[in-house]
């Protein structure tokens, strides 16, 4: 299967590949995403557009990654299937690439008790793993999923989420095994920061020969604060956050913890790289997209290749 995305290629030459995103504006100010994706040009090979991330109403993601390819950057549509039916979905993936949006996220979000609106109706009319069954569908046979034939089907780039650290840990990577028989091309991980827990993951990725059929890009969130920490500890589901670190993070004085952060973060990258199946690195900068560039050369990931 060849696409036209550039994230692809990228893969397809060897290289290790850079994805960040940018979360959308609450309201219709399209130089606020034009602002985010100016940050990350020329530092990541493609930007994930979130798709009202943590149920919270915000610009859609087909929108902005519109605005995105009008720059001439290389957008990743996400959508889940909280807020839409299998017709609206479809819809809205052969519109996106009838503007030459080719790479997409399939997922299937957060529910709305967690955002701005907790009485709103799931759809959740497929789940995430028939969503991948979908646009491979669609991409690969020139088929809706009803089964009439597409004119001009939609070649994206096919990925998907994955977090190493939800409970049972021992499901996580058959668990990933589905969305690759699904027909995912990559992945995007949750932020990593318990890396031996993250790299016993991977060993059972590579004990299963996934790693040979599937790009996996590991999730990198720089932390702020050690108050950031403790809260993506406490607070957040999926997510491990080692007391190692908070500790580190909690015995360097205020003014120097966001420095320490990307310090934290670029010694993660650097010894994940040494990861047999890593394929590269999706920096999840939470509103702190001006930082990824130094990551990203910090890391030793700068200049991106040319393909």
């Known amino acids: 299967m060849k696409t036209e995305s550039a994230l692809e290629k990228v893969l397809t030459a060897g290289h290790l590949a850079v994805t960040s995103e940018c979360g959308p504006p609450r309201g219709a100010v399209p130089e606020k995403i034009k602002e985010k994706a100016n940050l990350l040009r020329g530092y990541v090979d493609a930007i994930n557009v979130t798709d009202n991330q943590t149920a919270v109403v915000r610009m859609s993601s087909f929108a902005a990654c519109l605005l995105i390819k009008q720059m001439g950057l290389n957008p990743i549509l996400q959508m889940v299937t909280r807020d839409r039916n299998r017709l609206a979905m479809q819809s809205d ?11 997409m996220l399939c997922l299937s979000g957060d529910h709305p ?7 709103a109706a799931n759809v959740y009319d497929l789940d995430s793993i028939q969503f991948i069954q979908m646009v491979r569908k669609m991409r690969d046979e020139g088929k809706f999923y009803g089964g009439d034939d597409i004119l001009n089907p939609p070649k994206m780039f096919i990925g998907a989420a994955a977090n190493p650290f939800a409970d049972p840990f021992e499901l996580r990577v058959a668990r990933l095994a589905k969305k690759v028989k699904a027909g995912a091309d990559f992945i995007q991980t949750q932020c990593i920061y318990n890396l031996d827990k993250f790299e016993k993951w991977m060993q059972g990725v ?11 890009l590991a999730g990198m969130t720089p932390l702020k604060s050690a108050g950031m920490a403790k809260y993506m500890k406490n607070k957040v589901p999926g ?20 420095e320490e952060g990307i310090r934290i973060c670029v010694e993660s990258m650097e010894r994940l790289k040494e990861v047999k199946g890593i394929r590269g690195f999706h920096i999840m900068a939470i509103e702190w997209e001006e930082r990824v560039p130094e990551i990203v050369e910090r890391a030793g990931l700068f200049p991106r290749p040319a393909v």
């Open 239 to 258: 997510m491990d956050v080692p007391d190692e670190l908070i500790k580190r993070m909690s015995g360097v004085p205020k003014e120097k913890q966001a």
């Open 206 to 216: 590579r004990d299963r020969g996934l790693d040979e059929k599937i790009s996996i």
């Open 113 to 119: 008790c967690f955002g701005d609106h907790p009485m």
């Open 93 to 103: 993936i052969i519109g996106a690439y009838s503007h030459g949006i080719n790479t």
